[in-house]
């Protein structure tokens, strides 16, 4: 994946639910299908919950596409502090406007692309809580306010978990815009993922 750099226009940033951090993705491989069935063994088998993950939704078409991510520690394999290595697994559906669904799975083992794209995202950081008829001032962050919002028709939202600044609780965080560096995330994300998707059967 080509990183050009974050872009300087945040655009118009909503946040939904609780305030945090997040999780992420970016280059190219393909997995097998083999793998695919893994990937789906270990939701329905181990039971374990997502992670992470994104959408994109189109409004133009109408197609909804929803991306979650699982972890699949490693035995074979350990850091250096003794902790299992973590591959990932991502599973994609893709809902049409006539309500037709389409599932998909890649694994970080076989598409670099998955763990790379899951760095990106962890890099994007929440943005601050805007209320109408509190100041600029009153909030001490003058001069950030959103500029201009890119409207191509495609809401990304992305979701993940993280610590709050006072590192006690572990909180879910979601966000959603259609402009700025979460946009950018989610077109980026989309196109360095295409390759990557295999059916489970």
């Known amino acids: 994946m080509t990183d050009s750099g974050p872009p300087t226009?945040?655009?118009?940033?909503?946040?939904?639910?609780?305030?945090?951090?997040?999780?992420?993705?970016?280059?190219?491989?393909l997995?097998?299908?083999a793998c695919a069935q893994e990937a789906g063994?270990?939701?329905?088998?181990?039971?374990?919950?997502?992670v992470a993950g994104f959408s994109i939704r189109d409004s133009q078409t109408g197609v909804i596409e929803s991306i979650d991510v699982f972890i699949k520690p490693r035995r074979d394999l350990r850091l250096p502090d003794g902790a299992p290595w973590i591959d990932f697994a991502a599973q994609r559906q893709v809902t049409s406007a006539a309500g037709g669904e389409e599932?998909?799975?890649?694994?970080?083992?076989d598409c670099p692309a998955l763990r790379n794209t899951l760095i990106w995202l962890t890099t994007l950081v929440?943005?601050?809580?805007?209320?109408?008829?509190?100041t600029a001032s009153e909030a001490s962050h003058e001069g950030r306010r959103p500029?201009?919002?890119t409207e191509d028709g495609l809401q990304i939202t992305v979701w993940g978990r993280g610590t709050q600044?006072?590192?006690?609780?572990?909180?879910?965080v979601e966000i959603s815009s259609n402009g700025g560096l979460v946009a950018e995330f989610g077109r980026a994300a989309q196109a360095n993922l295409?390759?990557?998707?295999?059916?489970?059967?």
Do not use: K
């Not at 226009?9 to 491989?29: H, K, N, P, R």
């Not at 599932?103 to 083992?109: F, K, L, N, P, V």
């Open 41 to 50: 063994s270990l939701e329905r088998v181990e039971g374990l919950p997502a």
């Open 147 to 149: 500029r201009s919002v």
């Open 165 to 172: 600044p006072d590192h006690i609780a572990n909180t879910r």
């Open 103 to 109: 599932t998909t799975w890649a694994s970080s083992e």
């Open 126 to 134: 929440a943005p601050r809580i805007e209320i109408p008829g509190i």
């Open 9 to 29: 226009d945040l655009g118009t940033i909503y946040v939904v639910g609780q305030v945090a951090l997040l999780l992420i993705l970016g280059a190219m491989s």
């Open 31 to 33: 997995p097998t299908a």
């Open 194 to 201: 295409a390759a990557c998707w295999r059916s489970a059967h």
